[in-house]
């Protein structure tokens, strides 16, 4: 989807610390980004500086853009382009501020702001995993294919997106979340604290009982666990081990009320190998019913699609004939209902990129 497309639009990566601006043509960067510190506390210095790096990039381009299309951190009423709410990294936006229709003002052309757990998950539905799973399946012989996605992004916090029948599901109030959902070992405390960096550095300061240990970064902790520098190894895979059923909790809540893959991309992916085996483990768990009956907590089977032996039995099912009642005639029935996640191959931010591109023109391909 766009993968071709000649048009021109300009995106934005929006942290809290720095702004990245470039351009995209066919789901792929066509200038050398330009950067410049956000400015965040000062509403006045923030939107100058975005009008000033929008501007640069436009001016390397060889064509007019169609639009500007980026993912904005916390809380916004998407759809107006209205940020606002509690936004720790971007304190002089808390009152709210119409930025959208601001930049449309200046630039003369559509602009779509969007949370960046979505677009992370379109950019992956529309370019990304879900185009390979469907490849990989179709390349086996397999016949189905699959167009729910969940995309999860492990970093500051637990994001999410959800693009259900091939299109983003923005949700009634651009509000899709998982994040706030109960922490399975502190139900009264949300998932994202027991699944986030300040998680893992705090479960191994606590592991370790030395305060020192709470200023190491997920990198640090993980070397640790590889035993490529000094510390605890065994409390560095405790800390990504909890985080992995934490997340897994999370993920099995989600995929039930959804029925869809999962892909997870974010910094933090580069610690999978320990995160992972827990995270699959709370999705394969069971509860039970008051009579003692075991029921799976995610009814579809869940398969890790990175493993290859794994990504066969997921697209071969258990395929079998059944007669159809009064006739001699048999028709294929699979009756394993199938799930399962994948680790982003493209990156966070390249997906998320991706994603606002394909959103933005899709948007206006369909004239809304």
């Known amino acids: 989807m766009y993968r071709n497309d000649k048009r021109t639009v300009i995106t934005l990566d929006a942290g809290g610390t720095n702004f990245v601006f470039s351009a995209m043509r066919g789901c792929k960067f066509i200038v050398d980004p330009v950067t410049y510190p956000s400015g965040s506390h000062d509403l006045d210095l923030c ?3 975005m009008v000033k790096g929008f501007e640069e990039v436009i001016s390397k381009l060889d064509e007019r853009p169609v639009a500007i299309s980026f993912a904005f951190p916390g809380p916004a009423d998407y759809r107006a382009g209205i940020i606002g709410g509690w936004l720790p990294n971007f ?3 808390r009152n709210g501020v119409a930025l959208g229709p601001f930049l449309e003002s200046k630039f003369g052309i559509p602009v779509f702001i969007n ?6 998950a379109f950019g992956e539905a529309s370019v990304g995993a879900l185009c390979d799973i469907n490849a990989r399946i179709s390349a086996l012989g397999g016949k189905h294919r699959y167009s729910n996605l969940l995309g999860y992004t492990f970093g500051t916090g637990l994001g999410i997106g959800s693009v259900i ?4 599901n923005l949700g009634n109030n651009s509000c899709v979340e998982t994040f706030c959902l109960r922490n399975k070992r502190q139900p009264g405390i949300i998932a994202e604290e027991g699944a986030s960096i300040r998680a893992i550095r705090r479960e191994y300061a606590r592991l370790t009982g030395s305060a020192d240990d709470s200023a190491l970064t997920p990198y640090d902790i993980f070397l640790i666990a590889e035993g490529k520098k000094p510390g605890d190894p065994e409390a560095a895979k405790q800390a990504f081990e909890l985080f992995g059923e934490i997340a897994g909790d999370a993920f099995a809540t989600a995929v039930t009320l959804t029925d869809s893959l999962i892909v997870v991309g974010g910094g933090l992916t580069g610690a999978m190998k320990y995160i992972k085996p827990a995270l699959l483990r709370e999705m394969r768990s069971s509860l039970a019913t008051v009579s003692g009956e075991s029921v799976s907590r995610v009814q579809p089977r869940v398969f890790d699609l990175d493993d290859d032996a794994e990504f066969a039995e997921f697209v071969k099912g258990e ?4 007669p159809v009642y009064g006739t001699d005639r048999t028709v294929t029935y699979d009756p394993v209902k199938r799930t399962g996640l994948i680790v982003s191959k493209l990156g966070a931010s390249q997906a998320i990129s991706a994603g606002a591109y394909v959103y933005a023109l899709s948007t206006i391909d369909s004239g809304m």
């Open 47 to 49: 939107l100058s500086t």
């Open 91 to 93: 304190p002089s936006f």
């Open 115 to 120: 949370n960046d757990g979505d677009l992370f």
């Open 165 to 168: 029948g091939g299109k983003l």
């Open 319 to 322: 395929p079998r004939l059944i």
